[in-house]
């Protein structure tokens, strides 16, 4: 959604996305996802191969969870005002991110089973 408003909102004569600032928001927010997914797709294996994925997995939820909520916050900066306005769904995207690092057992939890797995507690 903000890579679409980027590429039509047009600020002192050109689209916004054309600035490397910018630019360089949407490139972080396609690194995010594409390392999330990645994550993701390692614990799934994983679970297919009847391995163990409890630390994968628990690794793969911090990550897109907690990148989750920056992207949503990027991609309202991207927006300026409009993301922020009740008129475009982004506000809704950045509020229901942040669920995601308290539900399906809290990050600080899973930080714990990762610690475990790799021997601190
Ligand atoms: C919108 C929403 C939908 C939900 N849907 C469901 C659902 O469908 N099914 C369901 O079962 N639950 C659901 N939940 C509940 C959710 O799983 C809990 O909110 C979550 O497990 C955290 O529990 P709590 O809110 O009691 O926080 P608390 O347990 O009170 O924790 C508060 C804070 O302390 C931290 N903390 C607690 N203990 C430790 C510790 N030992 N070490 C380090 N940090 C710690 C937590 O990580 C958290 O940051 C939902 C919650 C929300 C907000």
Redesign the pocket.
């Known amino acids: 959604m903000s890579l679409a408003d980027a590429r039509d909102r047009i600020q002192f004569g050109k689209p916004i996305a054309s600035y490397q600032a910018v630019a360089h928001k949407l490139v972080d927010m396609q690194i995010m996802t594409d390392a999330a997914r990645g994550l993701l797709y390692r614990s799934t294996s994983l679970l297919d191969h009847d391995e163990d994925c409890s630390s994968a997995s628990a690794i793969a939820k911090i990550f897109a969870t907690e990148n989750n909520v920056r992207c949503a916050d990027i991609g309202i900066q991207v927006m300026g005002g409009a993301g922020y306005s009740m008129d475009h769904l982004m506000q809704m995207f950045w509020r229901d991110s942040r ?1 995601g ?9 899973l ?2 089973v990762v610690s475990k797995r790799i021997g601190l507690s």
């Not at 690092?101 to 939890?109: D, F």
């Open positions: 669920v690092p308290i539900g399906g057992g809290t990050n600080e939890i930080r714990n």
